[in-house]
T-cell receptor, first 111, second 119 residues
Framework: QQQVKQSPQSLIVQKGGISIINCAYE??????FPWYQQFPGKGPALLIA?????SEKKEGRFTISFNKSAKQFSLHIMDSQPGDSATYFC??????????FGSGTKLNVKP | GAVVSQHPSWVICKSGTSVKIECRSL??????MFWYRQFPKQSLMLMAT?????????EQGVEKDKFLINHASLTLSTLTVTSAHPEDSSFYIC???????????????FGPGTRLTVL
């Protein structure tokens, strides 16, 4: 049973465009929602994270939108760049004890 | 800060041999480390939670006797794949949870991963 569902599986965006990746969860006990960026052959790196008491968090070109009632959260990458091309994973955690990862989205930003 | 290293970065071994992978938190102490397995183009699958000074907690379906985890110090956890077989070939990633006193308290920091190929 997949705790966190992520879409789309892959995404192609033109340079300068907006990349949007969505995740949904069922367990209302989740209290921490991070996004990770992973390049081929490397471990994931934390990009941005949000708590359920906040509806939006922005860090530079990256924004998380969180909809608690819909149990959904999304990552928006503004002004997407070729260097952003990577695989992105959403995750959810209860008190940081265990992290459940989405299936990943492979982003390709065309120059 | 919050750097996690893994060694080796890749290893090739013969079927039936054992392989040890090290995970180190370089600039912080981590009482809890996690071990993940990742198949090509797939998500991370949590294998076990490693707690310093105690036995690891394994996820359902993960063989304890095959994947031995030792967390002997606050900066080192090891994963030993015993009697490795080709189906154990995968990308193994560890993470360490930052402890109190750091601004990133409780966040997971991932190592760069270890590519294991069993011939």
């Amino acid at each position: 049973q997949q705790q966190v569902k992520q879409s789309p599986q892959s995404l192609i965006v033109q340079k300068g465009g907006i990349s949007i990746i969505n995740c949904a969860y069922e367990n209302t006990a989740f209290d921490y929602f991070p996004w990770y960026q992973q390049f081929p052959g490397k471990g994931p790196a934390l990009l941005i994270a949000i708590r359920p008491d906040v509806s939006e968090k922005k860090e530079g070109r990256f924004t998380i939108s969180f909809n608690k009632s819909a149990k959904q959260f999304s990552l928006h990458i503004m002004d997407s760049q070729p260097g952003d091309s990577a695989t992105y994973f959403c995750a959810a955690s209860i008190a940081f004890n265990k992290f459940y990862f989405g299936s990943g989205t492979k982003l390709n930003v065309k120059p | 800060g919050a750097v996690v290293s893994q060694h080796p970065s890749w290893v090739i071994c013969k079927s039936g041999t054992s392989v040890k992978i090290e995970c180190r938190s370089l600039d912080f102490q981590a009482t809890t480390m996690f071990w993940y397995r990742q198949f090509p183009k797939q998500s991370l699958m949590l294998m076990a939670t490693s707690n310093e000074g105690s036995k690891a907690t394994y996820e359902q379906g993960v063989e304890k006797d095959k994947f031995l985890i030792n967390h002997a110090s606050l900066t080192l956890s090891t994963l030993t794949v015993t009697s490795a077989h080709p189906e154990d070939s995968s990308f193994y990633i560890c993470s360490a949870r930052a402890e109190a006193g750091k601004s990133s308290y409780n966040e997971q920091f991932f190592g760069p991963g270890t590519r294991l190929t069993v011939l």
